[in-house]
Each structure stands twice: as structure tokens, then as C-alpha cells.
T-cell receptor, first 111, second 112 residues
Framework: AQKITQTQPGMFVQEKEAVTLDCTYD???????LFWYKQPSSGEMIFLIYQGSYDEQNATEGRYSLNFQKARKSANLVISASQLGDSAMYFCAMREDDMRFGAGTRLTVKP | EAQVTQNPRYLITVTGKKLTVTCSQN?????MSWYRQDPGLGLRQIYYSMNVEVTDKGDVPEGYKVSRKEKRNFPLILESPSPNQTSLYFCASSWRVGRELFFGEGSRLTVL
């Protein structure tokens, strides 16, 4: 069975600094997708970034980048130039046929 | 507008009173899924469906039923709710093989 591990229940970062949220996964499949979602206090789930297992380059979407290390089975999210609005829960997820999520990391951006 | 719609958004009920949370998507997605979110546990999958009339158990299916009679709808049924089913529930959909899930806004259920 798939397993997604996020080891940081909570993280703090100073506004305008970069922060890395950790995610490791476990799978025996060769084909899978890795995702990050943001959940602000309002509760909705917002898709941030996707990385396919066969993609050789790390995915980037604006201030978000995914540091994909396939051999280590890690898919860390890097947020550059943090903003106050980045304060939220962040979930890592992996998809083979269905999608499974990690327990999440609560990020707080300090002014 | 492409969306996943869940109803009700908020519900307080009592133990044993059957309830249904509806989910509908207008994107012609084949894949639909239900998750529950509890503090410290992330999102755990309850049931998912790869297509019409095809459903499978996720990680926490006990106490829940689903059906997929039409492509757009995937209701979640709690036949006899119990307090441990108090949670935030999300419905999601996507293309069958692929990329991100599109989520509904969530349904917060309290069972007394």
C-alpha cells in the first residue's frame, strides 16, 4: 500500500524567506504522480503543483517548486519569498490509481 | 464553471439517523472519491470510483456506503451514523488516469 509521510507537523518561516516542507513516499510502482495541496483556514483544498515519476526536471509553479529525488523517494515543496497568505496546511499526496495523502504540515508565516 | 458540489456543507445529526451527503461534478470526470479529514491524520480515503457502477473501498470504509449510478454523482451514505464519524468530508473528482483531483468545498458533519 502507498504511504505518504510528512514529518513536520508545524513549521514557522519569516515573511520573504524560503521554506521547505518535507514529504517522503513509499511505493513499488514505477508510474505515479506526486502532488501538493494547500488548505487555508477557510477549508478548501487548493492544488499547487504536480510532478510525474518520469519527469526528469523538477516541477515549478510560480513561487512553488517541487524538489523531486526519486531514489530517495522524496518530494519536498519549496516556497520561495514567503507571504503572509501562505499560512495554511499543506498536504503532500501520491497517485497511482487512487490518491493518498500525508498527515499535513501547518505552515505559519511570521511578519 | 467547472466544479464539484457537495451538500450539505454543514450538518448536525444524532446517532443512528441515516444521512446522505451528495456530490456532483460537471467536468465529465470518470474518477470520483470521498475523503474524511481529521486533525493529525490528514485526508483518508473512504471510497473511490473509477467509473459508473465501479466502486472500491479506500482505507476507512467502515460505516459508509456509496453508489455511482451516473457519471456525475457520487453520494456518500451513512446508514447509522456514530460519533466517531464526526469529521470534515471531501468529495473529489479527476480524469481516470492522471493528474490533480478537483475538490468540493467540504461537508462538516457532527454526530451527537
Amino acid at each position: 500500500a502507498q504511504k505518504i509521510t510528512q514529518t513536520q507537523p508545524g513549521m514557522f518561516v519569516q515573511e520573504k524567506e524560503a521554506v521547505t516542507l518535507d514529504c517522503t513516499y513509499d511505493t513499488s510502482d514505477q508510474s505515479y504522480g506526486l502532488f501538493w495541496y494547500k488548505q487555508p483556514s477557510s477549508g478548501e483544498m487548493i492544488f499547487l503543483i504536480y510532478q510525474g515519476s518520469y519527469d526528469e526536471q523538477n516541477a515549478t509553479e510560480g513561487r512553488y517548486s517541487l524538489n523531486f529525488q526519486k531514489a530517495r523517494k522524496s518530494a519536498n515543496l519549496v516556497i520561495s519569498a514567503s507571504q503572509l497568505g501562505d499560512s495554511a496546511m499543506y498536504f503532500c499526496a501520491m497517485r497511482e490509481d487512487d490518491m493518498r495523502f500525508g498527515a499535513g504540515t501547518r505552515l505559519t508565516v511570521k511578519p | 464553471e467547472a466544479q464539484v458540489t457537495q451538500n450539505p456543507r454543514y450538518l448536525i445529526t444524532v446517532t443512528g439517523k441515516k444521512l446522505t451527503v451528495t456530490c456532483s461534478q460537471n467536468m465529465n470526470h470518470e474518477y470520483m472519491s470521498w475523503y474524511r479529514q481529521d486533525p493529525g491524520l490528514g485526508l483518508r480515503q473512504i471510497y473511490y470510483s473509477m467509473n459508473v457502477e465501479v466502486t472500491d473501498k479506500g482505507d476507512v470504509p467502515e460505516g459508509y456506503k456509496v453508489s455511482r449510478k451516473e457519471k456525475r454523482n457520487f453520494p456518500l451514505i451513512l446508514e447509522s451514523p456514530s460519533p466517531n464519524q464526526t469529521s470534515l468530508y471531501f468529495c473529489a473528482s479527476s480524469w481516470r488516469v492522471g493528474r490533480e483531483l478537483f475538490f468540493g468545498e467540504g461537508s462538516r458533519l457532527t454526530v451527537l
